[in-house]
């Protein structure tokens, strides 16, 4: 009986990218860790394989899938592998591409798929980040516009106590309702862990997992309303677990970062855009929050430096949305449930402007009136209506 004839690179080359790098989720072609695919006539195979570090605690993994795929080939006598290292350039190419396929394979969420799904986001804590979350929320609602907000700074869960909305996260049929509050001509729906802990000051001590399971409860679990226009995200302040959990997670979101004049918050918050950036989300601008305190005789006082906003904005290439001045209003309005932009004063101006620039300019709603779903189900409730009996010759019979 002839023995097999040898394959050819390109064969062995497919069966490699059924070899996938536990770490980073991808096959090892693709990855470009398979540099070099060698056959002789004899059928020994020799390979070139590039680990991301050469201590790689994984290659013994690697090593018998490899083994595994190829040995069992007609063909094949050998197979030999001689183990490389990633350049630094190759390893950012690697993670890059890993990144990439983990956002187009997303697991699936509750989000309805045409909601607007906006990351607010900060270098560091104490910028204003959760008041200008629940502020935009409150400005979106006020125009007719269901929004969602989740609040994803879980340590720091603030939101209920600045939109005014109390209660339980109850479940129905296996999801958890949002907490709701109607808002001029809309409203907003709420989850936070502050609905599930007795005291705002209590400590919530927990760690990376669980952290990463609530958020993701959030995405999941919660039964988000269909007409959900948009979900505004209060990201923990950094680039941690949750951050990048979130952005894997819903890799359609899109950012916007809060920074304040002061050039140590503006050079921290780029390092959040580049998070985001290499997480394939779009970074929509900056809004600079404190840019000056504007006295009550009408005069204006640079209290945290000036232009970091736009610094930031011109640094990372986007749009400076709007700049937040001090009012001692913003914050009492946040300590008693009332948002500053359903009111009066420079501050509510500035941020009913910026959502005005979400809405118009920035972040349209996604417009589903004439949709083939939306005109699907009008075809319907018309064909139902013709069935259904008229009422007084119903009564006749």
């Not at 680990?51 to 063909?75: F, M, N, V, W, Y």
């Not at 104490?126 to 994803?152: C, E, H, P, R, Y």
């Not at 359609?252 to 989300?281: H, W």
Request: charged share 20%.
């Amino acid at each position: 009986m002839a023995s097999s004839a040898p394959p050819s690179p390109d064969d062995i080359t497919a069966l490699l990218r059924g070899v996938i790098d536990p770490e980073l989720g991808s096959d090892i072609v693709e990855l470009g860790m398979a540099r070099s695919v060698q056959v002789d006539p004899a059928g020994v195979v020799q390979l070139e394989i590039a680990l991301t570090t050469s201590g790689c605690p994984l290659r013994a993994q690697i090593q018998k899938d490899i083994r595994s795929r190829l040995e069992s080939l007609p063909g094949v006598s050998r197979v030999k592998i001689n183990w490389g290292e990633l350049t630094q350039d190759e390893k950012q190419q690697a993670m890059s591409k890993a990144r990439f396929n983990v956002s187009q394979t997303a697991p699936d969420t509750s989000i309805p798929a045409t909601a607007k799904i906006l990351m607010i986001a900060s270098g560091k804590g104490g910028v204003g980040k959760s008041s200008i979350t629940t502020n935009l929320a409150a400005a979106l609602a006020a125009t007719g516009f269901t929004v969602g907000v989740m609040d994803a700074d879980i340590w720091g869960f603030s939101v209920p106590r600045m939109l005014g909305v109390e209660g339980d996260l109850l479940a129905h049929e296996g999801k958890i309702s949002p907490v709701a509050r109607q808002i001029g001509d809309g409203r907003v729906e709420v989850v936070s862990m502050g609905f599930l802990v007795d005291q705002e000051d209590s400590a919530l001590m927990w760690r990376g997992l669980m952290l990463n399971r609530a958020v993701q409860h959030f995405c999941q679990d919660v039964a988000w309303p269909a007409d959900l226009d948009y979900l505004l995200i209060d990201m923990p302040p950094g680039t941690g677990d949750v951050q990048m959990g979130l952005a894997k997670m819903l890799p359609r979101s899109e950012m916007i970062i809060v920074t304040t004049p002061a050039l140590a918050a503006q050079k921290v918050a780029a390092r959040v855009a580049d998070m985001g950036r290499k997480n394939y989300l779009r970074i929509v601008g900056v809004i600079e929050n404190m840019t000056e305190f504007i006295a009550p005789d009408g005069s204006s006082h640079a209290l945290f430096g000036t232009g970091g906003g736009r610094q930031l904005a011109d640094d990372i290439g986007t749009p400076l949305l709007g700049a937040i001045p001090i009012e001692p209003g913003v914050s009492t309005g946040g300590d008693q449930g009332v948002p500053a932009s359903l009111g009066e004063g420079p501050a509510a101006e500035a941020l009913k402007s910026i959502a005005a620039s979400i809405v118009d300019e920035h972040v349209p709603p996604v417009e589903m009136a004439g949709c083939s779903a939306r005109m699907l189900d009008a075809a319907v409730a018309a064909l139902d209506a013709l069935d259904e009996p008229d009422s007084d010759s119903a009564a006749a019979h």
